[in-house]
């Protein structure tokens, strides 16, 4: 009977242990920052690049805490939309998404609903691509909220 007992406990362990398994995901985004929590305005622990494989360890809303399976090993917290389960293949500067794809990703778009914006021939991106160029630092993001009494974005 103590046997019995005794590789109950062992097996639903083993069990445990398996479900417990964090699984791999791929960035999707050109760069991302890592973060030390949920808080937009974390630290930034290190940045990931895109088709960095991660093991997720913890899911919380919106955020993923994860650990970069190459080295330098970062662990912290990114978006759930900057990372996919599908392998993104990355070799000798060539991803399986070409730049335009990703760039109209970006944007929101897919490649046909481009193709018909792009027959009008009177759209122009330089704006777009501008304000996504623009680099703000955190801090004086923080400082300009906390001035304004606006909502910290956490």
Not at 29 to 58: C, H, N, R
Not at 83 to 93: D, N, Y
């Amino acid at each position: 009977m103590k046997r019995l007992v005794l590789f109950s406990v062992l097996g639903l362990l083993g069990i445990g242990a398996l479900s417990a398994q964090s699984k791999t995901m791929y960035v999707t985004a050109k760069t991302i920052e890592v973060k030390s929590s949920t808080a937009f305005f974390s630290d930034t622990l290190g940045t990931m690049s895109y088709g960095d494989p991660v093991s997720v360890l913890q899911e919380y809303g919106k955020w993923v805490k994860i650990s970069s399976l190459e080295p330098p090993v970062i662990s912290g917290w990114v978006a759930t939309a900057s990372l996919t389960a599908k392998r993104i293949i990355v070799s000798a500067g060539t991803t399986s998404a070409s730049a335009n794809e990703i760039a109209l990703a970006g944007k929101g778009f897919n490649q046909q609903v481009e193709d018909v914006y792009r027959q009008n021939g009177t759209l122009n991106y330089d704006a777009i691509d501008a304000i996504e160029a623009l680099q703000i630092p955190n801090r004086q993001l923080f400082t300009f909220l906390q001035e304004g009494r606006l909502a910290r974005g956490e």
